[in-house]
C-alpha cells in the first residue's frame, strides 16, 4: 500500500550546523510533498512544499529537494538554531478527487545550543 | 483569523463513555479533516470532507462518526469510548487550490479513554 517513512527517527546537532531530515515514499502517483514542523503539544505547522514537477524549493533557511527517480524527499535546515528542535514530518499528495495527503511517521530533531 | 479551533483541549472519558470533539474553521474553506495522531506516529485520516453536507471515510473510521452542516463546522463524535481510541485529535481545513494541498491545523484535543 501507499507509505511515507522516514530513515531517522531522531536526529541530533548542535546549534549552527545544519541539518538533513530525509523521507522515503512509495506512491509514484503523488505530485506534490510538504514538510511539516510540531513542536510539543501543538499542532503541524507549514514550513515549506513542493510540486512533483520541480527537483528543489528554497524557503528562509529550508530547502526542500526532491528525487522522483528513488522517490527521495529531503529538508535541509541551515544554520540550525534550539527553536528549530520539533518533529518534523513529510506528507505526499495526490488529487483523488480531494486532496489527500499522507504523512510519514516524523523525525525528532535535537539542537543542542 | 482564528484559523482551526478546537474544543476541548484535554478530555478524559470513561470506557463506553460518549463525546463530541468540535471543529470550527473561519478561512472559508471547503476541505476539512479529522486525523488522529497515536505517540510516536504520524497523522492518520479519520475523515474528511469536501463541502458542506459532504463527509467520507479516511483510513481509520471505526468507532467514530462526523456531521458537515455549515462550512465552518467539523464536529467528530465518538460512541462507546474505547481505550483503542486514546489519541490526540487534529481537526484541519484547506482551500481548493490547485497549486498547492497544504492544510490549515487546529492545536488538537488530547483524548484519553481509561
Known amino acids: 500500500g501507499e507509505s511515507v517513512g522516514l530513515h531517522l527517527p531522531t536526529l541530533s546537532v548542535q546549534e549552527g550546523d545544519n541539518s538533513i531530515i530525509n523521507c522515503a515514499y512509495s506512491n509514484s502517483a503523488s505530485d506534490y510533498f510538504i514538510w511539516y514542523k510540531q513542536e510539543s503539544g501543538k499542532g503541524p505547522q507549514f514550513i515549506i512544499d513542493i510540486r512533483s514537477n520541480m527537483d528543489k524549493r528554497q524557503g528562509q533557511r529550508v530547502t526542500v529537494l526532491l528525487n522522483k527517480t528513488v522517490k527521495h524527499l529531503s529538508l535541509q535546515i541551515a544554520a540550525t538554531q534550539p527553536g528549530d528542535s520539533a518533529v518534523y514530518f513529510c506528507?505526499?499528495?495526490?488529487?483523488?478527487?480531494?486532496?489527500?495527503?499522507?504523512f510519514g511517521t516524523g523525525t525528532r530533531l535535537l539542537v543542542s545550543p | 483569523n482564528a484559523g482551526v479551533t478546537q474544543t476541548p483541549k484535554f478530555r478524559i472519558l470513561k470506557i463506553g463513555q460518549s463525546m463530541t470533539l468540535q471543529c470550527t474553521q473561519d478561512m472559508n474553506h471547503n476541505y476539512m479533516y479529522w486525523y488522529r495522531q497515536d505517540p510516536g506516529m504520524g497523522l492518520k485520516l479519520i475523515y474528511y470532507s469536501v463541502g458542506a453536507g459532504i463527509t467520507d471515510k479516511g483510513e481509520v473510521p471505526n468507532g467514530y462518526n462526523v456531521s458537515r452542516s455549515t462550512t465552518e463546522d467539523f464536529p467528530l463524535r465518538l460512541e462507546l469510548a474505547a481505550p483503542s481510541q486514546t489519541s490526540v485529535y487534529f481537526c484541519a481545513s484547506s482551500p481548493l487550490r490547485v497549486s498547492s494541498y497544504e492544510q490549515y491545523f487546529g492545536p488538537g484535543t488530547r483524548l484519553t479513554v481509561t
Open positions: 506528507a505526499e499528495g495526490e488529487n483523488t478527487g480531494f486532496q489527500k495527503l499522507v
